[in-house]
């Protein structure tokens, strides 16, 4: 009786043990369509350019760091945000696809970091819709969805894995009040 329990809760324990492994494999692989963070990036304040009211990092707060993004299709939904692409302003440093500065009157974006493809969507056009109204704008930049809280990133945090960074003049083409700063909209490659 002693043995039969004992091989009983052997092989109930060796099938906790592979469950959990092949949980652990599963969660490290990203599900077809969905996109989890990959990390924490453990905040730290410093001085955050406000010209377009940014979330500014704060000391010891975590952020989540993405490395995907959703799947894109012909209406990939995501966030619009806010961004100033000029020198000095919120967007930080020169953009990373020409290692320039933009005007605020440039139809120009930058996406979350999957999106951005490791810079093969640079140059590109995209269409983007919102109420109704759809503009197309220049792929410049990397929203970045994993680094951030530095001066490179003006202190602030990492993206969401859904971000369309537009500048000022894509934002007037929408019609949309820059004070609201996000806005849903709905993307596509040209």
């Avoid at 999957?114 to 410049?140: D, E, L, P, Q």
């Amino acid at each position: 009786m002693a043995t039969t329990r004992a091989v009983g809760t052997t092989m109930a324990l060796l099938v906790l043990v592979a469950l959990s492994i092949c949980h652990a494999a599963s969660s490290l692989r990203p599900s077809l369509g969905v996109c989890r963070a990959s990390g924490y990036l453990p905040g730290k304040a410093g001085h955050c350019e406000k010209s377009n009211d940014p979330d500014c990092c704060e000391d010891g707060k975590r952020y989540p760091q993405y490395h995907c993004s959703p799947p894109v299709t012909s209406s990939t939904k995501a966030v619009l945000t806010l961004n100033s692409f000029e020198k000095g302003k919120d967007g930080g440093g020169p953009s990373e696809c020409d290692n320039s500065y933009h005007s605020d009157k440039e139809m120009v974006v930058a996406l979350s970091t999957g999106w951005f493809k490791n810079m093969a969507r640079c140059g590109h056009r995209i269409k983007i819709t919102a109420n109704g109204n759809s503009v197309y704008a220049k792929v410049v930049d990397e929203c970045d969805s994993v680094y951030g809280c530095d001066d490179d990133h003006n202190y602030e945090p990492p993206c969401a894995n859904n971000i369309v960074d537009a500048s000022p003049a894509v934002w007037n083409a929408l019609g949309l009040d820059q004070n609201v700063g996000m806005e849903d909209i709905t993307w596509s490659e040209e």
